[in-house]
């Protein structure tokens, strides 16, 4: 049995959920508060990051580029031409490059801003930094965006899927840091129809479901979410 410690709006945990749905992988999942420090989640993974994964008795796999990787080499194999990882070594540089992009760097400067200020901060307490978004902050994140957006239109003009032919774990690392941000009406969809198009496709997967129906207490999504067609 494989259990996912997450929360449901760190796009990284939405990243493995969806990758663990695709691969067919039955698995648990416990909520965690990343900014809490549990002492039990501590011993799992002393960085206190999010996701982590858990098979049997085995040890904690942390990170999603080495969930990622777990999961492949474990199952990549038996799901045939659903495998999420290209077979040529340069298409799988290409793949992890893009994950990277979307998990770290798109992160740091766009989502993960987005993600603390106007979700993570509803539920910290103020002495760990919880309270009203930073205006100033979320302004900076809203600039980013649309330097990113306009690559991902170029690579979705100019490729069938993100990293190439093929579906593959690029596309879900995007898909899911975007839908933590369209959740809250921040992408600007009308500015790249090409990324607007290529994430209808992804967000209509079987596998998409469960995220489209999540809703935050308090903070209704925003009305294209969950709409398939837009």
């Not at 760190?10 to 695709?22: N, Y």
């Not at 930094?129 to 809203?142: C, H, Q, W």
């Given at each position: 049995m494989?259990?996912?410690?997450?929360?449901?709006?760190?796009?990284?945990?939405?990243?493995?959920?969806?990758?663990?749905a695709?691969?067919?992988?039955?698995?648990?999942?416990?909520?965690?508060?990343?900014?809490?420090?549990?002492?039990d989640?501590l011993?799992?993974?002393p960085?206190?990051?999010l996701?982590?994964l858990?098979?049997?008795?085995?040890?904690?796999?942390?990170?999603?580029?080495?969930?990622?990787?777990?999961?492949d080499?474990?199952r990549?194999y038996?799901v045939?031409d659903?495998?999420?990882?290209?077979?040529?070594?340069?298409?799988r540089?290409?793949a992890?490059?893009?994950?990277?992009w979307?998990l770290r760097?798109f992160d740091d400067?766009v989502?993960?801003?987005?993600?603390?200020?106007?979700?993570?901060?509803?539920d910290m307490?103020?002495s760990?930094?919880?309270?009203?978004?930073?205006?100033?902050v979320l302004?900076?994140?809203?600039?980013?965006i649309?330097?990113?957006?306009?690559?991902?239109?170029?690579?979705?003009?100019?490729?069938?899927?993100?990293?190439?032919d093929?579906?593959?774990?690029?596309?879900?690392?995007?898909?899911?840091?975007l839908s933590?941000?369209?959740?809250?009406?921040?992408v600007?969809?009308?500015?790249?129809?090409n990324?607007?198009?290529?994430?209808?496709?992804?967000?209509?997967?079987?596998?998409?479901?469960?995220l489209l129906g999540e809703?935050m207490?308090?903070?209704?999504?925003?009305?294209?979410?969950a709409?398939?067609?837009f």
């Amino acid at each position: 049995m494989l259990t996912l410690y997450h929360h449901p709006f760190s796009p990284s945990s939405r990243f493995v959920r969806l990758i663990l749905a695709e691969y067919g992988a039955g698995f648990e999942m416990r909520h965690v508060n990343p900014w809490e420090r549990q002492r039990d989640f501590l011993l799992l993974n002393p960085a206190g990051t999010l996701p982590v994964l858990v098979e049997n008795d085995g040890p904690p796999i942390c990170g999603p580029g080495p969930i990622m990787e777990y999961l492949d080499e474990t199952r990549g194999y038996a799901v045939g031409d659903r495998r999420l990882m290209p077979d040529h070594p340069e298409r799988r540089a290409e793949a992890r490059r893009l994950v990277d992009w979307a998990l770290r760097k798109f992160d740091d400067e766009v989502v993960g801003h987005f993600v603390r200020e106007r979700i993570y901060k509803q539920d910290m307490p103020r002495s760990v930094g919880g309270g009203e978004p930073d205006s100033a902050v979320l302004r900076v994140a809203r600039a980013n965006i649309h330097h990113h957006m306009r690559y991902f239109g170029y690579l979705a003009a100019s490729r069938k899927w993100l990293a190439g032919d093929r579906l593959s774990f690029a596309d879900f690392a995007l898909a899911a840091e975007l839908s933590c941000a369209d959740y809250l009406g921040e992408v600007p969809w009308a500015e790249e129809e090409n990324v607007k198009t290529w994430y209808a496709r992804v967000k209509s997967r079987p596998s998409f479901r469960p995220l489209l129906g999540e809703k935050m207490l308090g903070m209704p999504p925003a009305l294209c979410y969950a709409d398939l067609d837009f």
